[in-house]
């Protein structure tokens, strides 16, 4: 959550750092009291995956903290740490920014069947014409 003065409060699982929290939870269920992160005041946006955040600032500056595996962070290549716990800029000026996770993917199954299930429903209405 962000408060009216700009600072980001988060809560939940931290085993990778994405919360920008110290120290990084080892419970899988996390600390259900919202606590201070170490984003710097007023963000424009947050974006936050399951192993990751994102966020960009008014000067369209982003930085990103979480599970760096497989460069998801952005960050330049061979950086050292899996796990980044605090924001590290991102060398790229951006407009906005989307982190995926498992709530979005289980979000992008419901929509491809409600899909389906529609353009079922239209073949339905086709032949009773």
């Given at each position: 959550?962000?408060?009216?003065?700009?600072?980001?409060?988060?809560?939940?699982?931290?085993?990778?750092?994405?919360?920008?929290?110290?120290?990084?939870?080892?419970?899988?269920?996390?600390?259900?009291?919202?606590?201070?992160?170490?984003?710097?005041?007023?963000?424009?946006?947050?974006?936050?995956?399951?192993?990751?955040?994102?966020?960009?600032?008014?000067?369209?500056?982003?930085?990103c903290w979480g599970n760096q595996r497989g460069g998801r962070l952005g960050l330049a290549e061979g950086t050292p740490w899996k796990v980044v716990d605090r924001p590290a800029k991102v060398d790229a000026k951006w407009a906005s920014v989307e982190a995926m996770g498992r709530s979005a993917d289980k979000a992008e199954d419901v929509g491809a069947e409600d899909e389906r299930k529609a353009e079922e429903g239209h073949e339905s209405d086709d032949a009773e014409g």
């Open positions: 959550g962000i408060t009216a003065m700009g600072l980001v409060y988060a809560w939940g699982d931290n085993s990778n750092g994405q919360l920008s929290q110290l120290p990084a939870s080892e419970s899988p269920e996390g600390d259900v009291n919202p606590k201070l992160t170490r984003l710097p005041p007023h963000p424009r946006l947050l974006a936050t995956g399951a192993e990751h955040t994102i966020s960009i600032f008014q000067d369209k500056d982003a930085y």
